[in-house]
């Protein structure tokens, strides 16, 4: 069943045979029913019984399988129009209060073998774009079978040191709805007996042979050293496991084209960790991109580090991480790609080598990269930076969104130890967002961004709903696949004195 939003207000009575005929090939029509358009009212089998204006309003799911796993009751701004229906055809799937009455202001009507879902909210791209309501809307266009109940088994390759990726991995599946953690994989013997300690009945294996030769788990996520991660996720995908790998998804973009390839061919889920995504001042700053806050973005620059040793475990050995830029260019590169909407036309990399020389890891490196339309973006990365740049420097045709690092500092006084320190990776803590935009014989106006409300375990969250229910993947693998060709881009350029290298 396929999915035809109409955004036009009214809507043209010529349309209505399109439309009709789209519903008699088994599709949706979603519709925004508006004061003055009797086409959508008819089309919906409703009417308008109360005129609300435009500001924030409460809409709550009905008590139904399509709600399963959201929130019953989400914030969604525009004009309202309340509804009632004009016909039995039509069912009652949402409410909203107004003046502490609910009334019914999303409806589904069904006609033959198609629906028209239709919503009082004046602004459908909202509520197409909302995280609740268009997940809520997109599921009753969905034709799978009935959503499964039981926890997925999850297990997780490589579960590492205490407080590590595993041990995220699994307080992860322990406080998200519908998966549990089932297994642990490490070559430790050690690590296997913390895995125990740390989340009980866990099953624990020595090697991934052995895990894939047993039934402890239908999802398998790789925490291994980035060296490791192609043949690994091919071995669980060949075993017709659902596989989630840490970033970065591999070396190669070929080995990025294989995996997305054995994946789609199985039927089988395949996702990358990209848990950046939701921090909370990425989140900000996304929503303020999108929602056109400072116009048309053509530049964007960002940056971690400082001027300290290089980490001395696997992170700085370039055979087992792949090179500097797989590490944290994994996620800067992945915020980049996601706010411009797409990959590079062309990528180059210079890099340093100068103070740490029992690394072989480069001390800096800049990636840049250009758009076929001439947009443009630099990541940076460096152990020699003593004053640090801005985590985040977004420039648009109206403003310009700026973010520093801010120690995070927990530092405190025990009794009988005196001054502990605590200072924490800079990294780690979210930074507050700075707008600038220009107003025509005015000057600029300044505003904050604060970091937006945290979302919990958004990926492993939407990994339990795609099994469950089949939501989309929130990280597509195609999209990882873009970030490791910008990523061997750039190692490639930088091996090479900057060449420029065309995707």
């Known amino acids: 069943m396929s999915l035809l939003p109409v955004h036009t207000h009214p809507i043209a009575a010529e349309s209505v045979r399109d439309l009709k005929a789209h519903l008699d090939r088994g599709g949706t029509v979603v519709v925004a029913v508006r004061p003055g358009d009797a086409v959508a009212a008819e089309l919906a089998g409703v009417e308008i019984i109360d005129e609300c204006p435009d500001t924030e309003w409460f809409v709550t799911l ?39 009455a609910h009334g019914p202001t999303m409806t589904r009507r069904r006609c033959g073998d198609g629906q028209v879902i239709a919503t009082g909210v004046g602004d459908l791209g909202a509520v197409l774009a909302h995280p609740t309501l268009g997940a809520y809307v997109r599921r009753f266009v969905s034709d799978g079978d009935s959503p499964r109940t039981e926890d997925i088994g999850v297990a997780v390759v490589g579960y590492g040191p205490f407080g590590g990726m595993g041990y995220l991995h699994g307080l992860a599946c322990t406080e998200t709805e519908g998966l549990r953690l089932a297994a642990a994989v490490d070559t430790s013997p050690e690590r296997l007996e913390a895995a125990r300690r740390d989340f009980g009945d866990v099953a624990a294996f020595s090697s991934i042979d052995e895990l894939l030769a047993s039934d402890a788990a239908e999802v398998v996520i790789i925490a291994t050293p980035p060296v490791l991660h192609a043949d690994l996720a091919r071995a669980c995908l060949d075993s017709g496991r659902h596989v989630v790998v840490e970033k970065p998804m591999c070396l190669t973009a070929s080995d ?26 990425f989140l900000a700053l996304r929503r303020a991109v999108e929602t056109g806050m400072i116009g048309e973005v053509f530049n964007i620059e960002t940056f971690v580090g400082g001027f300290e040793h290089p980490c001395r475990a696997w992170h700085s050995e370039e055979s087992v991480s792949g090179g500097a830029v797989y590490d944290w260019g994994s996620h800067h590169i992945d915020w980049i790609l996601r706010l411009h909407g797409g990959a590079p036309e062309r990528v180059s990399c210079t890099t340093h080598t100068r103070v740490w020389h029992d690394s072989t890891n480069v001390d800096q490196l800049e990636v840049k990269m250009i758009w076929a339309d001439g947009r443009e973006a630099a990541f940076r990365q460096s152990d020699l930076a003593a004053i640090r740049r801005p985590k985040f420097y977004v420039q648009g045709t109206e403003g310009t969104i700026e973010g520093h690092y801010q120690p995070l500092d927990a530092s405190r006084l025990e009794p009988g130890r005196g001054y502990l320190s605590g200072i924490h990776h800079h990294a780690e803590r979210p930074v507050d967002l700075r707008l600038a935009r220009y107003e025509s014989n005015w000057g600029l106006l300044e505003s904050d961004l604060p970091p937006v409300p945290h979302p919990g375990w958004g990926f492993h ?29 750039a190692h490639r350029s930088g091996a090479d004195g900057g060449r420029v290298i065309t995707l």
């Not at 990025?256 to 001042?281: F, I, K, P």
């Not at 989309?472 to 970030?483: F, G, H, M, N, T």
């Open 62 to 100: 009905a008590d139904r399988p399509e709600a399963a796993r959201l929130d019953g009751e989400v914030a969604v701004c525009g004009p309202l129009a309340v509804l009632r229906p004009t016909t039995d055809e039509v069912e009652v799937i949402a409410t909203t209060s107004v003046r502490f």
């Open 256 to 281: 990025a084209d294989d995996l997305v390839n054995r994946a789609a061919a199985a039927g089988l889920a395949l996702s990358v960790h990209q848990s950046r995504r939701w921090d909370t001042d």
């Open 461 to 489: 969250r939407n990994l339990a709903d795609h099994l469950l229910l089949g939501d989309p993947l929130a990280v597509d693998p195609r999209e990882s696949r873009d970030v490791v060709r910008v990523l061997e881009a």
